[in-house]
């Protein structure tokens, strides 16, 4: 299988142990890769409650990440704090012969 294009090799799957965040760094953007019962997700390593950058040290449950420094829970699937409350930018992820890719993108802001 081709590697679509936008998406970037972060890292072997077999480097990701299960439950146990890491984190890496993709064009600039800082990014917190989870593995959890066979699907790897990738948010935003930075919280937005007061832009500390340990989303990776998080402890995982029911589906969530919680904040290590402020205990906020994000969802893994989506970034979101809850269903209508935006939290982490959540990017797409694909696993290749092996290798895990990320399409992160940077957020522009337009003033």
Not at 20 to 47: H, P, T
Not at 57 to 67: A, L, N, Q
Request: net charge neutral; with cysteine; proline share 3%.
């Amino acid at each position: 299988m081709k590697v679509p294009e936008g998406f970037n090799k972060v890292c072997a799957e077999l480097e990701l142990k299960d439950r146990i965040g890491k984190r890496f760094f993709v064009d600039d953007v800082e990014i917190a890769l989870f593995k959890v019962d066979g699907n790897i997700y990738a948010l935003s390593n930075i919280c937005p409650h007061q832009k500390t950058h340990l989303i990776h040290e998080g402890f995982i449950e029911d589906g969530k990440v919680t904040c290590p420094v402020h205990g906020w829970q994000f969802e893994l699937q989506t970034g979101n704090l809850s269903k209508d409350r935006k939290g982490l930018t959540s990017y797409e992820v694909i696993v290749v012969e092996g290798d895990v890719y990320v399409k992160a993108f940077k957020k522009k802001l337009e003033w």
